[in-house]
């Protein structure tokens, strides 16, 4: 077999085990010329019914990977136009590592350029994207060495530049998404407990909620592999934000608090205030040089 005959034979193979199953989960007829061509039957089974084996698996494991990543997303769409979403999402993205991790790296900008597959439920269901992405970066995401909050001290606030760690996402939300997500998980919890105790399934929880009377700020990050979801103060929210844009520490200071009226002795208490609590947690660190700009953000290649 020579390159040109072992590409075409490669590209048929995958086109037809990475398409969308069809009706009754069965493998579409596109994939059945490609099995007549290039795949052998055996004494059980057919060459498609071989095929279609490896489409299913494939799709099977995607698509269950993918519901584990965005249960709160599921769970405020429903089953059916998650399911819906999921495939289509999937099928134009489609998975571009050898880590089911990443599957969902492109979802807040697929769902933002289809907002048809969201139907009436578009801003909770970004928001709750939004958050499941940010948890899956939280557990999963690196480490750079924190700060030494010795040498810290002794640092000035006008030429401070600090890292924020990569695990740490900040989000800005107009919906409650972090209180749905413990809900979820307490009714999953409990549905657990009653499926074992009385051997009956029960009906999964829909998630519904209006818009916060103002902005949610999230800090979401780790510790010890558990993930948590902190709130922040809209002024602790925007200095963080601007340490991690490359402002220095007297600069983000000055835009966190530039619209407040707040004594320069409040805004110190209350720096030092987050601050010992941010180095406690690790979230500041020294940005490795080879990191001098900003990654750009995760976005499905075909939107």
Not at 69 to 78: E, H, M, R, S, Y
Not at 145 to 165: H, N, T, Y
């Amino acid at each position: 077999m020579d390159m040109s005959t072992l590409a075409r034979f490669q590209a048929a193979l995958a086109g037809a085990i990475m398409r969308p199953l069809g009706p009754g989960e069965t493998m579409r007829r596109e994939g059945h010329a490609v099995a007549a061509e290039f795949v052998k039957p055996n004494a059980r089974l057919a060459a498609k019914d071989r095929l279609q084996i490896y489409n299913q698996q494939y799709w099977w494991r995607l698509l269950g990977s993918f519901g584990d990543d965005f249960g709160g997303l599921a769970a405020v769409l429903g089953e059916r136009r998650f399911e819906r979403l999921a495939i289509a999402y999937l099928d134009a993205c489609g998975s571009a590592s050898w880590n089911l991790r990443d599957l969902g790296q492109g979802l807040s900008a697929f769902i933002v350029a289809h907002p048809e597959l969201l139907g009436s439920h578009g801003p909770l269901a970004r928001d709750m994207a939004a958050l499941e992405w940010a948890r899956v970066i939280a557990f999963d995401a690196a480490e750079w060495p924190r700060i030494d909050p010795v040498e810290f001290a002794s640092r000035r606030p006008s030429r401070m530049k600090l890292g924020l760690q990569p695990y740490l996402t900040l989000l800005e939300l107009q919906y409650p998404v972090d209180r749905l997500l413990q809900k979820l998980k307490q009714s999953e919890n409990a549905a657990a407990s009653n499926a074992r105790s009385s051997g009956a399934g029960s009906r999964k929880l829909r998630l519904h909620a209006k818009p916060a009377a103002s902005p949610v700020h999230l800090a979401i990050h780790r510790s010890e592999l558990v993930v948590y979801y902190k709130r922040l103060q809209p002024a602790a929210y925007h200095l963080l934000s601007a340490l991690r844009a490359g402002e220095t520490l007297e600069n983000a200071c000055g835009m966190a608090f530039g619209d407040e009226a707040v004594a320069a002795d409040q805004i110190a208490a209350k720096v030092q205030q987050w601050f010992s609590a941010w180095t406690a947690f690790g979230w500041l660190c020294e940005k490795p040089a080879i990191m001098t700009k900003k990654p750009a953000p995760l976005a499905c290649p075909l939107c």
